[in-house]
């Protein structure tokens, strides 16, 4: 079809994103957020013309390349937002909701290439099959070797998705993957999910929600040994020397309090660092902490422009936590930097 042609395309694109692209294995497509003639945002899919007039689906083959470009487009989502003929009062909402959004995703995607970065160094150490010993589908002994290599990097995945072949499986038994199922958009989803989750000894069919709380839970000791790596620990002074006690990035919170000999601790960020609908970071807001929880819920301004400071507290499974004196009552400013150095720095952690 041509790029006139395709959904959404006279609507404003205020901000752009990449997402899975389930359906063709590792791919990554990009999406465009929309203003509506309403005023409202919507995703459509981002399409380029290469010359010839028709839409080509905006691709790329790893999420490094695909979120740089995005984050690139996205530092000029104001600018995009003030020369559309809107009220001011709406242009703000739109600019607010449009952060929010391209933020929200930007932290689930970096943490789950985090998480499958760890899945992986942990799988290292499972042992997979023989090459020789995998049952396949009748007809199906084209697939042995890619499927050999998928188990080779997680060996107790439950559904694979053979990107060269077109072709998806599921295991039915240690060895056997004579079961072949749909190829979609929701089997590549699995597929996915399972190359993380198994690596935990985890489903990737299970709630997924549910799922990466456990998997935040065992990578919370794995990010407190981050702080004895030189470069962490240089980077923490200068945070101190600038003032700041709180360093967010990712999902992990690197909080410091004085007082007492603890100094830096890792902390988690709540929500996984995804924010209610409707509610975007609130950048010069404080961290008011009444107690000692291990959650981080960052400062925020609601949809209707209500600024609400940031908190602490435990997740529900831990009870509530424990209180501070009023008169130990923090407040603290913070700093948000690229989650993509947090997938660096677990790296660079030897994996025992």
């Known amino acids: 079809m041509l790029l006139i042609q395709m959904p959404g395309y006279a609507y404003p694109t205020i901000a752009i994103y990449p997402f899975a692209w389930y359906e063709n294995g590792a791919m990554w497509i990009m999406w465009a957020f929309k203003v509506k003639p309403d005023g409202t945002l919507k995703w459509y899919r981002h399409y380029v013309d290469r010359g010839t007039g028709h839409a080509h689906s905006d691709g790329y083959n790893t999420f490094k390349e695909a979120n740089e470009v995005a984050k690139e487009f996205n530092k000029t989502i104001r600018e995009r937002v003030n020369v559309l003929d809107l009220d001011d009062e709406l242009k703000l909402s739109i600019s607010l909701k449009a952060e929010k959004e391209v933020t929200a995703e930007e932290r689930l995607a970096q943490e789950e290439q985090l998480m499958l970065g760890e899945a992986i160094k942990r799988s290292a150490a499972f042992p997979g099959p023989t090459i020789e010993s995998l049952v396949l589908p009748k007809n199906g002994e084209k697939y042995r070797y890619d499927l050999f290599k998928c188990l080779s990097e997680s060996p107790k995945v439950q559904v694979v998705q053979l990107t060269n072949h077109r072709a998806s499986l599921k295991r039915k038994g240690e060895l056997d993957w004579s079961a072949v199922i749909n190829t979609n958009s929701k089997t590549g989803m699995y597929a996915f999910r399972e190359r993380i989750a198994s690596g935990f000894g985890l489903s990737g069919i ?147």
């Open 206 to 352: 299970d709630h997924w929600g549910e799922t990466k709380a456990k998997i935040r839970d065992m990578l919370l000791p794995r990010a407190n040994k981050l702080l004895q790596i030189a470069g962490v620990q240089r980077m923490l002074d200068e945070a101190l020397a600038r003032g700041q006690h709180v360093i967010v990035i990712g999902t992990f919170v690197f909080w410091y309090e004085t007082g007492k000999e603890v100094g830096w601790t890792v902390k988690s960020l709540g929500n996984g660092g995804v924010s209610k609908e409707g509610e975007t970071l609130w950048k010069e807001g404080k961290i008011v902490s009444k107690n000692h929880g291990r959650i981080v819920v960052l400062p925020y301004i609601k949809e209707n422009g209500e600024l609400v400071q940031g908190h602490t507290k435990n997740s529900s499974k831990d009870g509530k936590a424990l209180p501070r004196h009023p008169d130990y009552y923090l407040e603290l400013p913070f700093e948000v930097l690229d989650g993509d150095l947090m997938i660096g720095l677990f790296g660079e952690l030897p994996y025992e």
